[in-house]
């Protein structure tokens, strides 16, 4: 009896502990709330997201958020078309064509990329690729979008092709054995035959190496430039919404509408990237390839 | 005939160049920090505090501040991801609030890391009143990597046959004890894989402890868990960004990347390692 007992308290000790990331979530979203709402006091939603204006500190200030949107979709969306190919790429390498030995070595070479601190890459942007960008180009700064969306694309990379690599090898023996009988070669199998059937993977893969992208705080800081106003061409700097949070909060007296715009911000951000992980876990679970029998 | 050769040598080309880019780019990067913070490196560096406004010598406190803030986040981390990982794969039966619980931690893992620096800074610091320290750092941090723990732990125990469950139950053995006494000590070397790539993370984070627990100076080491400390990520933050001497501090920001670069890409291999060491040695 007493054993049953123990057993029972165990199992909820447990449980409890598994409740507990459930509340964090809670605690996030609640914590958001709580110091963002307020910001609405000062000025409406539809001019705080579509303002156009990011003057926190003037008098009167000026919560538009619209440049520091647009600033964070410009740079994902670069990072993106980097990122894509070669992730994608590699994992094809990888997964269809590499021999066992750099296989292996591949992947840790991918995963000691994603082990890279994000400030160390925002310093080597700094320090690397902004004098290069600066005097080839002629640039007045060389803290701009391209070189945000390069630094970025390198932090994309090793979630997308990590992701792409295990849908890739989801996909059954019998799809390849089929498609060589029927005289393809290996690259018509592969773009023909496997690509589709890990498409549902990779889409996961790609749209979770843009959450990652948009959510980054260092590398936009470090490397963006920090203007924020609508860019007129990828040499121009921006202000991704991380990095106005991250650069402003320091010096934001507490309680403050700026502070609170802030806060504001981050809401925006933690819906984004939420939306982002939906997006990428229906994708996952809508197209899943479950066996050879369902294509 | 040779056209659909000819697409494939240039389909591999292209597939095995972006593999060598993506090496290269790492390879790049390790070399360029190498080469440019291996002569700043020395004991003195290591182990004595920054002098003459951070311009000269070392980042002593950086990396004691770091450490606290690593070893606060995994004594957060670890069992909480555990014990929650246990309870998801071991005892829930599938049901709606197993459900909530899964689409939690995969919404917490999505969750960006300055977004867990605003929450660390709205709940610990100033909600609960913890002030800018080194426990409100930690729980943010611990936070933080709890996914990443979950996520490897359910794997590593999903990974132990299900035959050994069955083989210790049948014998009449309590489900605690099975677990406590079969299934844990064959998914550790998973966990651990799992954990230590999680503690990587920590300690080369520096969007949650920006308002949370990092201080560009502090004269004296920290004395309590409610001190603010240095911590080396801030530490190179600070110096390449807001310094008035950024072109003079350039050597030991070097020198600080360097660190920074080998603690967390230590942490990360030996992870690897064990994997690799567990992959050889597992018996079924």
């Known amino acids: 009896m007493t054993r049953r007992i123990k057993e029972i308290i165990i199992k909820y000790i447990f449980f409890l502990f598994a409740l507990v990331s459930v509340i964090v979530l809670g605690l996030i979203v609640s914590s958001l709330f709580r110091e963002g709402l307020p910001v609405f006091k000062s000025v409406s939603l539809k001019d705080f997201i579509f303002g156009m204006e990011w003057y926190p500190t003037y008098d009167p200030p000026s919560f538009g958020i619209f440049p520091l949107i647009f600033g964070s979709f410009i740079v994902t969306v670069f990072a993106t078309v980097i990122a ?112 589709p059937a890990a498409l549902s993977g990779i889409s996961t893969a790609v749209m979770l190496g843009m959450a990652r992208a948009i959510g980054e705080t260092m590398v936009v800081l470090m490397v963006a430039g920090g203007a924020a106003a609508i860019p007129e061409s990828i040499f121009d700097s921006v202000r991704p919404m991380p990095a106005s949070i991250a650069a402003e909060m320091g010096e934001t007296p507490y309680g403050s509408p700026h502070y609170h715009a802030l806060f504001a911000i981050g809401m925006v951000l933690f819906f984004l990237t939420l939306m982002f992980n939906l997006i990428a876990d229906y994708a996952s679970h809508k197209f899943r390839q479950t066996g050879s029998a369902t294509l | 005939m040779r056209w659909r050769y000819l ?9 095995s160049a972006s593999a060598l880019i993506i090496t290269l780019v790492l390879g790049g990067i390790i070399f360029y920090i190498i080469t440019n913070g291996y002569s700043v490196i020395s004991l003195d560096f290591i182990t004595k505090p920054p002098t003459d406004s951070m311009t000269k010598g070392g980042i002593m406190p950086a990396i004691i501040g770091t450490i606290y803030l690593t070893v606060g986040a995994i004594a957060i981390g670890l069992p909480f991801g555990i014990a929650s990982a246990i309870y998801l794969t071991e005892y829930a039966r599938q049901g709606k609030i197993v459900r909530i619980i899964k689409i939690g931690i995969n ?34 941090l611990g936070f ?58 920590a300690a080369g984070e520096t969007a949650p402890i920006m308002f949370t627990a990092a201080a560009f ?49 230590g942490i990360d291999l030996i992870a690897i390692i064990i994997r690799g060491y567990m992959r050889r040695k597992k018996r079924w």
């Open chain 1, 84 to 195: 894509v190919p070669l992730g994608v790429l590699a994992a094809i390498y990888i997964s269809e064509i590499a021999p066992q030995a750099i296989k292996e070595s591949l992947k840790s070479v991918i995963e000691l990329l994603a082990g890279l601190p994000s400030v160390v890459l925002g310093f080597f942007g700094m320090v690397i690729v902004a004098p290069w960008l600066q005097e080839t180009f002629d640039l007045p700064t060389g803290l701009n979008i391209i070189n945000a969306s390069v630094i970025l694309a390198i932090m994309a990379i090793p979630t997308i092709s990590s992701i792409s690599e295990d849908a890739l090898y989801a996909v059954p023996n019998e799809f390849k054995e089929a498609s060589y009988a029927l005289g393809a070669t290996k690259y018509e199998t592969i773009t023909k035959i496997i690509l």
């Open chain 2, 217 to 265: 100076f502090t004269a004296k080491l920290p004395s309590s868990i409610f001190d603010e400390v240095m911590a080396l990520p801030y530490h190179i933050y600070v110096l390449a960004t807001a310094g008035t001497n950024i072109e003079a501090t350039r050597p030991i920001q070097f020198g600080t990347v360097l660190v920074l670069v080998g603690v967390v890409l």
């Open chain 2, 7 to 15: 697409k494939q040598s240039v389909f591999f080309g292209l597939v």
């Open chain 2, 144 to 201: 933080l990597i709890l996914p990443t723990i979950i996520g490897a732990s359910e794997e590593a125990l999903k990974s132990v046959p299900q035959t050994f469950r069955e083989a210790s139950l049948s014998l009449g053995v309590s489900k605690w004890q099975t677990i406590y006494r079969i299934v844990l000590p064959n998914a550790l070397p998973g966990i651990l894989t799992g954990s230590i790539l999680g503690i990587g993370r």
């Open chain 2, 107 to 140: 919404c917490l893992a999505g969750v960006p890391s300055v977004v867990f620096g605003l929450f660390g800074l709205g709940f610990f610091v100033i909600f609960l009143k913890f002030g800018s320290s080194i426990l409100a750092g930690s729980l943010t």
